[in-house]
């Protein structure tokens, strides 16, 4: 990857494109608060990647909005972004993703929760898309990921 490529938080002009990525990433457009982003930029102050730390209602605080432009893709960019958010916000965090997704995850220590462990916000969200995947079955489930403890793989 090119030394020029760095991390740096959101600031508010960069909402348009961040937005922009998420939309074009087809993730839950919800909660984008520019103040919570963590970016990788190139060297004219590109955007390649997003991501960010949201907190709910509940206290619970979830790992989301991990974008990468298609043509950043496998560059170890959302790799960046995950580990400097783990580092500046220590455990438990969750993280909901399509099945197919856990293998990422689970290399940065998130296991799949049983849905009778989850609380609040979680629990709610597990309900409302269980009753989308019932309406069009899809072979690609949701998933509630856990970070529960200090320990990183």
């Not at 955007?47 to 209602?57: D, E, N, R, V």
């Not at 709610?124 to 269980?130: A, E, F, G, I, P």
Request: glycine share 6%; hydrophobic share 40%.
């Amino acid at each position: 990857m090119s030394s020029s490529i760095h991390l740096r938080h959101a600031r508010q002009e960069d909402e348009k494109a961040i937005r922009a990525i998420i939309h074009d990433a087809r993730i839950n457009p919800f909660a984008l608060h520019w103040q919570h982003f963590l970016l990788v930029v190139d060297e004219n102050d590109q955007i390649l990647g997003t991501g960010q730390i949201k907190t709910h209602y509940d206290g619970t605080r979830e790992l989301a909005s991990i974008a990468v432009r298609p043509a950043f893709k496998g560059q170890g960019i959302a790799r960046m972004i995950i580990e400097r958010l783990l580092e500046e916000n220590p455990p438990p965090i969750y993280l909901t993703c399509r099945s197919p997704l856990a293998p990422l995850y689970q290399k940065f220590g998130f296991q799949p929760l049983e849905r009778n462990s989850l609380n609040g916000y979680f629990k709610r969200l597990v309900k409302l898309v269980s009753l989308i995947e019932w309406l069009g079955p899809s072979k690609d489930k949701m998933l509630v990921m856990g970070l529960i403890s200090d320990q990183m793989n």
